[in-house]
């Protein structure tokens, strides 16, 4: 039933080295994602596929390396840059505007896209309203598809986790983004949370043709529904490919059961 | 147990977008500005609203509850703490008097316009730090913003034009031939300039820019990723903030003391207008004029108390007592709601509010 | 009342379509249709709706739906499917609305048996269903779709989004206008213009046709009983499968002109009614059970005075709301004021909670309602009424007219609607808003309308002496006594179901002397009340043989047996011995349906030892029975039952002395 | 040349004790992340707490023992009644709570002892000394000389104190995570205490220091601002920053009160009086100081982590 169309390599690395101080986080990772696929990063505890997120980001600059995005050779860009480009993210540890409703929160996803300014703001007339309704309505969308209308006008701080981690994907769907970047989505979510998760990605992934870069601690989910994974373990790859070939990984068996390197 | 709201159904965006998404809130807020415009001057007219109500009340209320929504702007919103807002108060007034001063036939709702834009002018130049620093480092870094333009207005004699106390001396607020002369009068001048920057702050704060504030304010780091600019917007919040505490200090100037002098705008009245937003409520237009009352009213309760209970028990109070009593009593109460509401007197209407509207459930 | 019943096809508006146009051009700018979806209410006013569907319309006839096909109708209660139905009755189709969560085997019965070639239902679950009976129902050619979500991918023949149907059908209507007001002329009121399947308690589900005039009759005799207008509006939230609501938000929003409301989603119903704020209002006990429930609850989590606030303003109205709300003299000043007070404190603010404060008219039917919770929405100042009816009438026979309420009938028959008893006591109706046939059922048509062209409703009643009709029974039901007196143990059973601590009972009594009954206590209100008295037990079998719940029980059915006794009818049908059982009635365990109705049979036969103790005199008796876990394992129950007598009134024939034990 | 010098070390003797009041800022802020703005309100109480009682006819030695034990008490309750409740809040609402405490102590202050200016006497002449007098005709003087030793001492003592004792290091660990520190058993509210005492006891001595030079009156609160841009400059959790810059505030403002104002006035061509400098100039400095180094001169670097 299913017709996926993966399309050509928009995103690569090559040879990404970032430290903090000395402390290696990542090394030589090199990697590339096609267009409409779901590419996982998993690794265990560590293993720097936050950083990873955040250089992809521009949260962090790597020291070294080279990041292809769109046929563009760029060393590294600021968050804005690439927020600009059409890169959205959540994060781990949830980071919602805890003071401001799940709709508020959903409308900031969409600040690129608004053209008005202050002043027509505060006299809120006009094309100001105009536009307000207008990005209202592609919010209720995003509203309507994660199924959270019930909560529409709550405060985020008062959502239970799973909700807020749903909430957290509509703000960075808002910004209609063409590569969707997860960290840990599905972490501390009970199985039927993980199953709606796992739902939502799907169907981002299929309907809206975003491509989704995911990262998760645990393995079983991810296997499920990414197209190609690759493990990191200590900041350095050691395995890339199909979910099946991943699993069949050697080092990977080993850098999850623990062995000693 | 009022708000009878079956079938107050919204069907468009617009109405769900409301100020006052209740046609209960709007009938009582409608209320409350008829009355403001006309009720209080009608019962002013036969004698039950004293001269003393409008220039030791209502007008400084006013005037505070704009410096508050000025202050609330960039604290309670932008999350950005100040304690130089009497600062910007100081700018704005003298900055107006300068352009009535010195260019001729200035309308005078014109010169405070560019009162608060020298405010907002020099709220961008002082919120640069926050560019780097956040929290009480940036409070304290605020505080160069208090000492130094009060120094600067006091020294530099060009702004008080060169008279001799340092005390200017407010030109007549006239619009159109029209003399606002009469405290009513200067209080429906107060109240009419108040009301439509309360609006225009309302409506920016429930449209992309104010989103954009509350968005630094509670994770940067995220608002950042998802596309806020954090210099851009908290400079904005610095600017739009500074601009009302402008018009402020310029209505503070024109419509209430008539004369200032720069020391006027110290650190203490800096801190009386953070206290307004604590108790008011951070993040709140509402909070902004409640907190303002309630610090305007605080110490005429407090000195009429004081005064009764000399009356009346004859007790014998040391003379400046009723000062420190007051000074304790706004410490303990700032203390008290950042312990027991930290979203000050908004949020406990707002509770109240919402206690009313599923009477009688409990919750 | 006399309500010319024809005026309408009289005025050549004799169709469900007619009537769709007339308001498009009467008052094309008044809002017909609601749905909260995106946030908001979306609002399509008279004259929209029209064009929508007639865009269905000419998209049907486009894919070849012709005169006399049936449209099956599958989903929640949406706009579009609701116009689909009358698309369908443009070109002189019949809508089929299906119960939407039936699973797809018994959506295949009804499309085979309706012979399907259309159907429209509401999204990916639906759809999913058609597909997996695809090959069940080789009729079935086209399946189009409302939401799209979740349906990119599907490429099975025949299946098609509702928005290509209609942008197809636009462009059809441009083109040639005359088409569909053609098609919508050549409709007579005498055609189907909708069937509904009666689920049926035994044998397959029947395929109930229903004219134009009949429903349109239906609707508006209730609209003119009511005074309903353009000004009304319904929260259309029960299945479209259900006469209910098929009378309620189709044919009387059409006839009436007046607004439906769409919710928007199973879950947000008491929002969404909050928010409407309907005038008119229909729901099924059970709702009202629960909304009830919800209140006593969240009432429990108030501050002591609020509670003590409550509960004394629901003393006053229970003690006078419903007679102040039927205009009934004899309140006393202080009662009045009371009630003024009460209603500033409680009723407005309960009412207004509950998305009642505009309501006009409330319905209830389709099952029996509890004398408190009727009373409870009376007192509060919902004018909720009882009505009585069937999907094979249009569920229009009787209805309850304002002022005249009583809590135990059912109201007076409907304009234009006859109403006979049979001698076996069957309620006989005749009149305009009667099933033209069984779909493919002579057989079973013959049977159901007899000769004078009486419908045989199936239920037992009499009318009272104030001309109500009061239901009692299914009429196979209802049996005799020894005696020769009537003997309806459905009626006993729901009198004393109303008791919280009962959850079931089954009376016994056709051809015996007396009625004994077998009791299940309701585990959470027993056990609630067990505990404030601080009676220790370890499970339902120990719960249900003590003393203490025993003598519970024992005044429960002497509170039914005194009112049953009140009337002549029903005095021989009171309680004289009945025991606790041991177990739950379980439909794993065949005892009950899966609609939680007695087998009757089943039980009689299972527990005749049972039985045989309660006529024998014996005190106790001991029995063992299996029964299935929920994980599917079995075991075995026993306990030695309690057999106790209950005090009865002979206020009738004295055949009742008291037995000794 | 030797104005300058003159005008240096009166401004470092100074400096000792802003770095004196300063540290009672870090004492309190290392311990429990709380930035304490009431401490210069704790300064005044302090001395006037002491005056007060002196001005009864108590002996000092009799009244400044008797005012360590009222600042101890106040330590204890505002621990208790106004720390304890917020202790899961954001910094700004601590913060801002203390800016109320400040309000709640000066006022309390006043209602006891009066908003009258009173004098202090130690019974150290603010003189000249009379040595550097002669010899290097510098006009330093002899009060600000002993107090900067006094505040040099009880410095370094404190120094010492956090490094070497073990309440000390109790101190650290519980400033670097509150919540390892009560896992690993150090009492929590019991450290509170004893830093809510020491840091009285420093606002105490800089009170009787600043109160002899200045007199005891309400600006002494604003002589504890000044405390502030020294923070910022030495870092919020640095001992030797507080004393670094202490010295760099109070040694530049005075030379930039001195030397500014003419600097001015020829820049402008103007005879205005631009003196009242230092009323600003450490907040200026720190603010400029910040947008280059806002972890200050000793503060750790704080990395964002998302």
Not at chain 1, 97 to 103: D, I, P, Q, R
Request: proline letters at 4%; a neutral charge.
């Amino acid at each position: 039933m299913m017709n996926k169309r993966i399309g050509e390599v928009i995103l690569s690395f090559e040879n990404i080295s970032l430290s903090f101080g000395g402390v290696k986080a990542l090394t030589r990772i090199g990697f590339d994602v096609r267009e409409h696929e779901i590419r996982a990063i998993i690794g265990p505890n560590g293993a720097g596929k936050s950083s990873m997120l955040n250089v992809i980001n521009g949260v962090y600059h790597p020291q070294e390396g080279e990041i292809v995005f769109r046929g563009k050779s760029r060393r590294g860009m600021n968050t804005y840059e690439s927020a600009k480009s059409g890169i959205a993210r959540t994060f781990q540890n949830i980071a919602l505007f805890k003071g401001m409703s799940v709709l508020d929160n959903i409308m900031t996803g969409r600040n690129l896209k608004m053209r008005s300014n202050f002043l027509l703001d505060a006299l809120y007339w006009g094309p100001a309203q105009r536009e307000e309704i207008a990005h209202r309505r592609k919010v209720e969308e995003i509203i309507d598809f994660l199924e959270i209308q019930h909560i529409r006008k709550t405060p985020v701080g008062r959502l239970a986790y799973g909700l807020q981690k749903r909430v957290e994907l509509g703000r960075a769907l808002a910004a209609e983004p063409s590569i969707l970047l997860l960290d840990e989505p599905m972490a501390g979510m009970n199985v039927e949370e993980k199953q709606d998760m796992c739902r939502f990605i799907l169907d981002v992934n299929d309907q809206l043709g975003t491509t989704i870069i995911l990262i998760e601690h645990d393995m079983g989910v991810v296997m499920d529904i990414s197209d190609r994974v690759v493990v990191l373990d200590y900041g350095k790859k050691i395995a890339d490919g199909t979910p099946d070939e991943v699993r069949a990984n050697q080092d990977v068996i080993d850098a999850y059961l623990g062995v000693a390197h | 147990m009022f708000y009878r709201e079956a079938g107050q159904f919204k069907a468009t965006y617009a109405e769900d977008n409301r100020i006052f998404p209740i046609r209960q809130d709007r009938i009582v807020f409608a209320f409350i500005i008829i009355f403001a415009f006309l009720g209080v001057p009608l019962l002013a007219s036969i004698g039950l609203v004293s001269n003393y109500t409008f220039t030791a009340i209502l007008t400084p209320f006013l005037i505070f509850s704009l410096a508050a929504l000025g202050l609330n702007i960039l604290t309670g919103y932008a999350g950005q703490l100040s304690l130089g807002t009497a600062a910007f108060m100081a700018v704005g007034a003298f900055a107006s008097y300068n352009f009535m001063l010195r260019i001729e036939g200035m309308p005078i709702l014109v010169a405070f316009m560019l009162g608060g834009l020298c405010a907002a002018g020099v709220g961008i130049v002082f919120g640069l730090p926050s560019l780097r620093i956040r929290g009480f480092y940036l409070a304290a870094a605020t505080l160069a913003t208090q000492f130094f333009i009060v120094w600067c207005l006091t020294k530099i004699g060009w702004f008080t034009n060169y008279s001799s106390s340092g005390v200017i001396s407010a030109q007549k607020i006239a619009i159109l031939g029209y003399t606002f002369e009469s405290s009513m009068s200067k209080y429906l001048f107060v109240l009419s300039v108040v009301s439509v920057m309360a609006l225009l702050a309302k409506n920016m704060v429930r449209s992309n820019i104010g989103r954009s504030w509350m968005a630094i304010r509670d994770m940067d780091m995220a608002a950042e990723v998802i596309g806020f600019r954090p210099m851009r917007t908290k400079l904005m919040a610095f600017a739009v903030s500074s601009f009302y505490c402008g018009v402020s200090g310029a209505l503070f100037a024109y419509a209430y003391l008539g004369t200032v002098e720069p020391e006027g705008f110290n650190l203490d009245l800096s801190f009386r207008i953070l206290f307004m937003v604590i108790i008011g409520g951070l993040g709140s237009i509402l909070g902004s004029f409640l907190g303002s009352a309630f610090i305007v009213l605080l110490p005429i309760v407090l000195s009429i108390t004081i005064q009764f209970l000399e009356h009346s028990i004859g007790l014998n109070l040391p003379s400046g007592i009723g000062s420190s009593i007051e000074l304790m009593a706004f410490g303990s109460l700032i203390i008290f709601f950042l312990i027991v509401e930290p979203h000050g007197l908004a949020r406990l209407w707002q509770i109240g509010k919402e206690k009313l509207r599923l009477w009688p459930f409990p919750h | 009342m006399s309500v010319a019943n024809d005026q309408l096809e009289d005025a050549g508006l004799g169709t469900f379509p007619r009537l769709l146009l007339h308001h498009a051009s009467v008052h094309g700018g008044r809002p017909a249709t609601r749905e909260k979806d995106l946030g908001i209410w979306q609002t399509w006013t008279w004259s929209q709706v029209a064009q929508e569907v007639r865009a269905l319309a000419c998209g049907l006839s486009e894919l070849g739906f012709k005169r006399g096909d049936n449209l099956a109708v599958i989903g929640d209660n949406r706009p579009r499917l609701y116009w689909a139905m009358a698309a369908a009755q443009c070109l002189g189709g019949v809508a089929v609305p299906l119960y939407q969560d039936a699973v797809a085997a018994e959506m295949a019965f009804v499309l085979q048996d309706a012979e399907i070639k259309f159907a429209i239902v509401e999204d990916q679950e639906q759809v999913d269903k058609m597909l997996e009976i695809k090959d069940q129902c080789p009729t079935l050619a086209h399946v189009l779709y409302d939401d799209p979500r979740g349906l990119r991918h599907y490429i099975q023949s025949g299946l098609q989004s509702l928005e290509e149907l209609m942008a197809m059908g636009r462009i059809h209507d441009q083109n040639q206008r005359e088409f569909i007001d053609g098609e919508i002329n050549r409709g007579e009121p005498g055609d189907i213009a909708v069937m509904l399947y009666t689920s049926g308690t035994t044998g397959k589900p029947k395929g109930v046709c229903q004219t134009h005039a009949s429903f349109i009759n239906a609707a508006q005799s209730g609209c003119d009983f009511d005074h309903l207008g353009p000004d009304d509006s319904i929260l259309s939230y029960l299945p479209m499968a259900w006469v209910g609501d098929h009378l309620f938000s189709y044919a009387q929003a059409l006839v009436a002109g007046f607004t439906i409301n769409c919710p928007e989603s199973g879950d947000t119903v008491m929002t969404d009614l909050r928010e409407i704020g309907p005038t008119y209002y229909f729901a099924p006990p059970r709702v009202f059970e629960n909304l009830l429930t919800t209140v006593m609850i969240r009432m429990e989590d108030a501050g002591s005075i609020k509670r003590g606030m409550f509960h004394y303003f629901m003393d006053v109205a229970r003690r006078c709301g419903a007679e102040i709300l039927d205009g009934k003299p004899g309140v006393s000043a202080l009662d009045r004021l009371r009630y003024r007070l009460g209603d500033l404190l409680v009723y407005g603010p309960l009412r207004n909670v509950l998305g009642m404060s505009r309501i006009r008219v409330a319905y209830t039917a389709g099952a029996a309602i509890g004398p408190d919770l009727f009373r409870f929405y009376r007192s509060i100042g919902v004018n909720l009424k009882q009505l009585y009816g069937s999907t094979e009438t249009c569920a229009a026979v009787c209805l309850q007219p304002d002022g005249e309420i009583k809590f135990d009938s059912v109201g007076k028959p409907a304009p234009g609607v006859e109403v006979r008893i049979a001698d076996n006591g069957e309620v006989l109706v005749r009149g305009k808003m009667l099933l033209k046939e069984y779909y493919k059922r002579p057989a079973d048509t013959a049977e159901a309308i007899d000769k004078d062209g009486y419908f045989h409703t199936g239920d037992a009643g009499f009318f009272d002496e104030d001309g109500h009709l009061k239901i009692i029974d299914r009429a196979k039901d209802v049996g005799k006594t020894a005696g020769g007196a009537m003997f309806a143990p459905n009626f006993i059973e729901n009198k004393l179901k109303f008791f919280s601590f009962i959850k079931e009972a089954v009376a016994f009594g056709h051809g015996r002397q007396v009625v004994c009954a077998f009791i299940n206590i309701d585990m959470g209100a027993v056990g609630n009340w067990a505990e404030r008295r601080n009676i220790s037990y370890s499970g339902y079998t120990d719960l249900a043989q003590k003393p203490e719940v025993y003598q519970l029980i024992r005044e429960c059915i002497e509170k039914a047996n005194a009112e049953l006794a009140l009337d002549p009818m029903l005095c021989a049908s009171q309680v004289h011995r009945f025991l606790i059982l041991h177990k739950e009635l379980d439909p794993d365990d065949d005892e009950l349906t899966r609609t939680r109705k007695v087998r009757r049979g089943f039980v009689a036969e299972k527990y005749a030892v049972l039985i045989e103790a309660l006529y024998s005199g014996k005190a106790t008796q001991f029995i063992e029975t299996q029964v299935k876990f929920e994980d599917g394992r079995s075991g075995m129950v026993s306990a030695d039952l309690v057999i106790m007598d209950a005090q009865t009134h002979s206020n009738a024939p004295p055949q009742s002395t008291k037995k000794a034990a | 040349m030797q104005f300058f010098f003159e005008v240096l070390i009166a401004g470092l003797l100074s400096g000792v004790m802003y770095s004196l009041v300063a540290l009672g800022y870090v004492l309190i802020y290392k311990a429990s992340g709380v930035f304490n703005f009431a401490q210069g309100a704790m300064v005044f109480f302090a001395a006037l707490t002491a005056v007060g009682l002196h001005d009864l006819g108590l002996s000092l030695w009799l009244a400044v023992p008797l005012t360590m034990v009222a600042m101890i008490a106040l330590g204890l309750v505002t621990e208790r009644v106004v720390l304890r409740p917020l202790v899961a809040q954001a910094e700004i609402t601590l913060f801002m709570a203390t800016i109320g405490l400040t309000f709640f102590i000066e006022g309390l202050a006043q209602a006891i002892w009066g908003a009258s200016v009173r004098g202090l006497e130690l019974g150290i002449a603010d003189v000249p000394l009379d040595w550097l007098l002669d010899h290097a005709n510098m006009a330093i003087s002899q009060f600000d000389l002993i107090a900067a030793g006094i505040a040099a001492v009880l410095v370094a003592a404190l120094a010492i104190f956090f490094s070497k004792t073990k309440i000390g290091r109790a101190l650290r660990a519980v400033a670097d995570d509150h919540q390892a520190a009560l896992s690993v058993g150090i009492p929590l509210h019991h450290i509170w205490g004893v830093v809510w005492a020491v840091a009285g006891f420093v606002a105490l001595v800089a009170g009787l220091l600043w109160g002899a030079r200045n007199g005891v009156q309400f600006a002494l609160t604003f002589v504890a601002l000044k405390a502030l841009p020294v923070l910022i400059l030495g870092g919020f959790t640095s001992v030797p920053g507080a004393i670094v810059g202490g010295l760099i505030i109070g040694a530049s403002e005075k030379l930039a009160e001195v030397y500014i104002p003419p600097l001015l006035q020829t820049l402008f061509d103007t005879q205005m009086n631009l003196g009242g400098i230092e009323g600003w100039f450490p907040y200026v400095l720190a603010l400029l100081f910040l947008l280059v180094r806002p972890e200050g001169l000793f503060g750790e670097r704080i990395i964002r982590r998302i």
